[in-house]
């Protein structure tokens, strides 16, 4: 974990509310495993708002890309900042993704729940799996980094309730569909998940339901982003864990949902 004052490098538009931020950070990127997260200060209020977390969408070269929604205060404030301007964040922080995987690699990203999934993603890729992606929103402008993931070749499904992108439907019916199909023809599968917390019970009750491994990337409020001030607490068969050290990723079986 590092301390780190990164430039900007990027900062683009990607659609209704989503932006990529793309930071020179080479103590953070060195280290930086799929799953995990960054701790942002953000720029212009560092002074009367909390750092804030992001998945590391993408680590590669010395160079850190996130993908976030402009839902607040924070983040509002960090679709201000500017090319070249300066950006401190501690990270890489959390326990993230397993490095090994056996069976078919299923992703599942609600929104941008798609963040860490490209990381893993390309990690998967390069140890010579097949990750499919299974990819869901409320609308088309809500899948994301769909021309990334095609540019590592990684076959996508999408789910849109209203039905402008994908099948109309929950990003839990496609993957429904390859479940079954997997099941009759007795593949073994794992599922990676990240997304709004309906679709991640649902998808963790299909990891264990099949009795397949599972990983839950879960999306708590943080406050220190280190261990020290239990704001970020999930329930577990083990007790209380802290989402910023224990998780963001959970085993599928081990989540105790509410
Ligand atoms: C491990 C982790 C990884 C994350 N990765 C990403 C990412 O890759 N991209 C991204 O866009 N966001 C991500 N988030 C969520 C992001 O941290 C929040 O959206 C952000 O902190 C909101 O700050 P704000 O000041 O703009 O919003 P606020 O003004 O604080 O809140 C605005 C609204 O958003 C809700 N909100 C705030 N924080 C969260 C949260 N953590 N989860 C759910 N709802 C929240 C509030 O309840 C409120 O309704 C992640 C969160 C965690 C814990
Ligand atoms: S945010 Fe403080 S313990 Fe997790």
Same mark, same amino acid.
């Given at each position: ?41 953000? %720029? ?31 983040? $509002? ?18 326990? *993230? ?17 798609? $963040? ?19 990819? *869901? ?12 993931? !095609? ?22 019916? %496609? ?51 280190? *261990? !020290? ?30």
């Amino acid at each position: 974990m590092r301390v780190e004052e990164c430039t900007v490098i990027a900062h683009e538009v990607m659609g209704s509310g989503y932006r990529r931020l793309e930071l020179e950070a080479p103590g953070v990127a060195g280290g930086a495993q799929p799953g995990q997260f960054v701790h942002l200060r953000v %720029p212009g209020i560092e002074c009367t708002a909390l750092r804030r977390p992001f998945s590391i969408f993408n680590a590669d070269g010395g160079r850190i890309e996130l993908l976030y929604k402009e839902v607040g205060r924070g983040t $509002a404030a960090m679709a201000a900042v500017e090319h070249g301007s300066a950006v401190n964040i501690i990270g890489p922080l959390g326990h *993230g993704f397993p490095e090994k995987c056996s069976g078919v690699p299923l992703l599942a990203g609600g929104g941008f729940g798609v $963040a860490p999934l490209f990381f893993l993603a390309r990690r998967l890729k390069n140890s010579g799996l097949s990750p499919v992606l299974f990819a *869901g929103g409320r609308t088309k402008t809500d899948l994301l980094a769909l021309d990334r993931f !095609a540019e590592l070749g990684v076959e996508t499904f999408c789910a849109t309730n209203d039905g402008s992108a994908g099948v109309k439907g929950l990003v839990t019916d %496609p993957l429904d569909d390859m479940l079954s199909k997997f099941k009759s023809e007795g593949i073994k599968f794992e599922i990676f998940a990240c997304g709004p917390d309906p679709m991640l019970k649902a998808v963790a009750m299909r990891a264990t339901g099949t009795r397949s491994p599972g990983w839950i990337s879960m999306d708590r409020h943080m406050v220190c982003g280190v *261990g !020290a001030c239990y704001a970020c607490i999930q329930k577990t068969v083990r007790g209380n864990s802290r989402c910023c050290i224990e998780g963001p990723v959970f085993a599928a079986q081990d989540l105790v949902w509410e």
